[in-house]
C-alpha cells in the first residue's frame, strides 16, 4: 500500500512521528488533515513566520517560536475514544467562546478547550481555518487591540 504524497509535511521532531505511527490507520488520516490545515492557515496568515512542531502533552503541538504571534495549538485522538478526535486550544484564552459566536453550529466544542470531531464528520475546512488563523495571532492580535 503506497502512501498519499499530498499531505505529509516531512516530520522535523523524531516523538511527534512516532506519536502519529501508534495513532490507529482511521484517526491517523485524520490528524494529519488537520496538521496540514495547521500548517497551511500558518503560510497563508500574515506574520505568523515559521510553525514548529512538539510534542506537549504528549500531543502534536503547534507553535510560533519565531514571531511568538500564536498560541500552543494541540491535536489527538480522544482518549478511549477511538473514532474521535480534537483540535485543542489554550484554556485561558477567550479563542474557544469566540468560536462558539462565530460558529454555533458547526462545531462541537468541549469546555473551553477543544473542538471535536468524529471519524465521519466532515471539517468544514474554512470555518476551521479560520479558527486556527484566530490561534496562530492571538498574541500579536492581542498586542494591536492595545497599540
Known amino acids: 500500500?503506497?502512501?498519499?504524497?499530498?499531505h505529509f509535511q516531512k516530520f522535523t521532531n523524531q516523538d511527534v512521528a512516532e506519536t502519529f505511527a501508534d495513532y490507529s490507520p482511521s484517526v491517523r488520516e485524520k490528524l494529519f488533515h488537520l496538521r496540514e490545515l495547521i500548517f497551511e492557515t500558518a503560510k497563508e496568515a500574515?506574520?505568523?513566520?515559521k510553525v514548529e512542531e512538539v510534542l506537549k502533552w504528549g500531543q502534536p503541538?503547534?507553535?510560533?517560536?519565531?514571531?511568538k504571534s500564536g498560541t500552543t495549538i494541540r491535536i489527538d485522538a480522544l482518549?478511549?475514544?477511538s473514532k474521535e478526535y480534537a483540535i485543542f486550544f489554550h484554556c485561558q484564552t477567550d479563542l474557544i467562546s469566540r468560536f462558539r459566536k462565530l460558529y454555533p453550529?458547526?462545531?462541537?466544542?468541549e469546555g473551553n478547550r477543544s473542538i471535536i470531531f468524529s471519524e465521519n464528520t466532515k471539517i468544514p475546512e474554512k470555518e476551521l481555518k479560520q479558527c486556527i488563523s484566530f490561534a496562530l495571532t492571538y498574541h500579536s492580535d492581542k498586542k494591536k487591540k492595545l497599540n
Open 46 to 49: 500574515q506574520g505568523v513566520g
Open 79 to 81: 482518549k478511549g475514544e
Open 1 to 6: 500500500m503506497t502512501q498519499k504524497k499530498n
Open 105 to 109: 453550529k458547526k462545531f462541537r466544542f
Open 61 to 67: 503541538s503547534y507553535i510560533t517560536p519565531e514571531s
